[in-house]
């Protein structure tokens, strides 16, 4: 059996998933990019039956960084393409891309996935689960390594906010495209108007689940150069929950 390297899939950018602007969400993209994912991965055999059922085990986003050239808008037809490269023992890391009818590359992302337990939440191997037919893309999205995020500031804490039903997806956690959401409301519409995301890498520390409260800090101390950051811990405050860097740049 053949298994092909990338995946590709057409998405139409929809009223309700736009901003106040008419351009796609950015959380709205994430869901774009974690749908085409799932999909090559249902194609590999690699999906979340399959890995539950060979491995009792669960795919989890561990880290994330998308780069943007341009926010598709209201109407638009987009395609997102996915690869993943060859994975290391307990890291896998995919690519994507997004283009718009014409072709032209609208956004790049690159992300590292895990396998772990879905009992015990551990990490299992990864390197082993994709078919050995599988011929690996080397290519990048973006030629840049995920590291550790952290302030240059004082953390500000922004407000506290509840895990409810909507934040949960098939997992039983925060689905990852939430935190995005969560980051974005750290902020007013008043600086979503001035300020624009053009990249946002996320690191993805612990599971939040129902019932349970995220503090959101933010530091803005580097906002003259383009930078600001948030993060997410329990409100206990001995769990990192998430850490978020954005590059932003002014509307105009």
Known sequence: MRFSPSFSKEYEVEVGLVDFRGNIKLSALFLCLQDAAVLHGEELGIGRKEMLA????????????VDLMRYPAWGERITVETWPNLPGRVECLRNFLVRDAQGEVLAKAVSVWVVIDVETRRLQKAESVFPEALQFISEKAIDAKLGKLRAEGELEPVHKRVVG???????GHVNNAKYVDFIADCFSLAAHKKHRINSIEVNYSNEALPGETVTLYKDISRLDQGLVYVEGVNAEGDK???KAKMGIEPCY
Request: glycine share 4%; charged share 25%; hydrophobic share 50%.
């Open 165 to 171: 039903y909507s934040d949960i997806d098939v997992n």
């Open 240 to 242: 990192l929950i998430f």
């Open 54 to 65: 060979k491995h009792n085990g669960l795919w989890v986003l561990a880290r994330m960084r």
